[in-house]
């Protein structure tokens, strides 16, 4: 099969696609036909060596996290999919050798969740990590109706899907992001946005229940000017205070510092499948490159403008 692999951690990262042999499934593992995947900025921070001390299973290392396709077949221990199930999910990219971006991939089975017919493959594979994060970022932010909530960097992924997310448990929503990117923003349910190129931070609106980070780059000081008392700052990129100081912190009743570390929960994507449904999420693909043209994929998801999601199609 073919896939896109890296044999070093450096920068710039030396992606080939190349002829592997198929992943043989482990025991709870299912073998998955990728039909979509889609680029998250992990996949390529760990590959240019971002997260060298976090990383383990070693080289060479298949890109890719996020997948949607069709089960083909399971191990012994996995009886919950069956062959030709339709699946979608994220898998760990700093536990696995064997990404996503390759024409199979073997899935722990807790990380492969059921496809309604109704969701096309692309559309699963742009939302599986983003959506989660989102749904995430919200249940940490204690986001629900009435909260007042600022999604800092909502043009991206993760930012897009949280903005909708927030918006579909009945909150008020501002967003920051680029000037160009506030008629795409409102379109997706946005009441206010903020150009942080043009507006300083300290000029923002205060008095936020919730402020989801998506950049993030709000430092301490600007994330308890834009809070109410006691209402949450939430980081998709939590770093050592997130979680040896905060929890202490969170203590004393003021602002409340919490960070995404992703796990496979069911609830959380059928939270999400939930949406998708009624009509409330849709994920945003700016641009879509075959397998064979990975590596502008992730330069473009490098430029760290993206808007929405970059799909690959595999095969
Ligand atoms: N903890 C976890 O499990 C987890 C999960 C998912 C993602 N993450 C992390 O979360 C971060 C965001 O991920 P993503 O997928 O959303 O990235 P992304 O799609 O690459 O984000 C790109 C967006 O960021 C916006 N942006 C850049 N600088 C900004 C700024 N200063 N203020 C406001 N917006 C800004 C850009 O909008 P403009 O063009 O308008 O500037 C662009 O639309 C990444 O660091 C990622 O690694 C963590």
Not at 144 to 150: A, D, K
Not at 211 to 216: A, F, I, R, S, T
Request: aromatic share 6%; proline share 7%; charged share 20%.
């Amino acid at each position: 099969m073919r896939a896109l692999r890296y044999q070093t951690f450096a920068d710039p990262v030396d992606l080939r696609v190349e002829d592997v042999p198929e992943p043989v499934p482990a025991a709870g593992e299912v073998l998955v036909r990728i039909h979509a995947a889609s680029v998250n900025p992990v996949d390529w921070k760990i590959a240019t060596g971002g997260f060298r001390l976090l990383v383990r299973g070693g080289l060479p290392r298949t890109m890719g996290s996020d997948f949607a396709g069709e089960v083909i077949s399971s191990s012994a221990g996995s009886t919950r999919l069956a062959p030709g199930d339709r699946v979608f999910g994220f898998v760990d990219p700093f536990t696995r050798t064997g990404g996503t971006f390759a024409e199979f991939a073997a899935i722990p089975s807790e990380f492969a969740h059921r496809l309604p017919d109704a969701v096309p493959f692309r559309d699963a594979a742009a939302l599986a990590c983003v959506g989660a994060t989102a749904v995430t970022l919200c249940n940490l932010g204690r986001v629900t109706t009435g909260s007042r909530v600022l999604v800092n960097g909502a043009a991206g992924g993760v930012g897009h899907m949280a903005v909708q997310i927030a918006r579909a448990r009945g909150a008020t929503v501002t967003a920051t992001s680029s000037a160009t990117r506030h008629d795409f923003l409102r379109a997706l349910g946005a009441d206010a946005c903020i150009d942080y190129r043009s507006v300083p931070m300290d000029r923002w609106p205060q008095g936020f229940d919730a402020v989801l980070d998506c950049v993030p780059n709000l430092p301490r000081a600007v994330q308890h000017k834009r809070l109410r008392r006691g209402g949450s700052y939430v980081t998709t990129v939590p770093g050592p205070v997130t979680f040896l100081l905060d929890p202490l912190l969170n203590l004393l009743g003021g602002v409340q510092r919490r960070g995404v570390m992703l796990q496979p929960d069911a609830a959380v994507m059928k939270e999400i499948l939930g949406y998708v449904a009624q009509g409330q999420l849709r994920c945003s693909i700016e641009q879509e490159f075959p397998l064979s043209e990975a590596r502008s994929a992730i330069e473009r998801s490098r430029s760290g403008r993206v808007q929405g999601k970059i799909l690959l199609r595999v095969p």
